[in-house]
């Protein structure tokens, strides 16, 4: 097995790089946080709530690697998975009364996101789980979280970052922006 750990505050800034280290401290990428274009928050504010924010990973280059996208279309939440060579729709499925599973298809592979009642998010690759997410302890005495990534099967950088973007955005930050609870207000919030 091997670990990969980020460090969330309390408050995440727009200039916040939150650091994803491994089992020895060393920095391979970072979770940032950024806001949509301006085309899509329009949209996201006139047709119901959303993500005010997207989360991405970007490597020592600042070049994406992953992010996160969430627009609402015809009342369905969806939620865009961005690579540097595509663009991937997760497919959100209703699992249990307020749980939620994401599927998608990645050329021949077919991949599942879930939060297992554990409350550890599980990454599966063709019916194999290949990485566990999970927060070390929920309630630091400096307020922080710190979620640990376990990969199960190989060491990749590129998987750990994959899993850190998705459960930052689907789970981590839905737990606790209230802006999800009712509309957004400003429609030009720069």
Same mark, same amino acid.
């Given at each position: 097995?091997? /670990?990969?750990?980020?460090?969330?505050?309390? $408050?995440?800034?727009? $200039?916040?790089?939150l650091p994803l280290?491994?089992?020895?401290? %060393?920095?391979?990428?970072?979770? /940032?946080?950024?806001?949509?274009?301006?085309?899509?928050?329009i949209a996201n504010n006139l047709f119901s709530f959303t993500l005010n924010y997207c989360y991405e990973v970007v490597d020592q280059n600042d070049k994406n690697m992953y992010s996160i996208n969430a627009l609402k279309y015809h009342l369905k939440l969806d939620y865009m998975l961005t690579t540097p060579l595509q663009k991937i729709v997760?497919?959100?499925?209703? +699992?249990?009364?307020?749980?939620?599973?994401?599927?998608?298809?990645? %050329?021949?592979?077919?991949?599942?996101?879930? $939060?297992?009642?554990?409350? +550890?998010?599980?990454?599966? /690759? %063709?019916?194999?789980?290949?990485?566990t997410v999970k927060l070390a302890d929920p309630r630091n005495s400096d307020g922080s979280d710190t979620v640990i990534i376990t990969l199960l099967k190989e060491d990749d950088v590129n998987l750990a970052a994959l899993a850190a973007v998705l459960y930052h955005s689907?789970?981590?930050?839905?737990?606790?922006?209230?802006?999800?609870?009712?509309?957004?207000?400003?429609?030009? %919030?720069?």
């Open positions: 097995m091997y /670990k990969y750990s980020y460090e969330i505050p309390i $408050q995440m800034s727009m $200039q916040d790089r280290t491994d089992e020895h401290g %060393n920095v391979h990428c970072y979770v /940032k946080k950024r806001k949509p274009r301006i085309s899509t928050r997760l497919k959100r499925m209703r +699992e249990q009364l307020i749980e939620s599973k994401y599927t998608w298809q990645d %050329n021949s592979d077919t991949y599942l996101f879930f $939060q297992h009642y554990t409350a +550890e998010a599980r990454l599966i /690759k %063709n019916d194999e789980e290949i990485a689907l789970y981590h930050y839905n737990r606790y922006d209230s802006s999800l609870l009712g509309k957004s207000t400003s429609l030009l %919030n720069f």
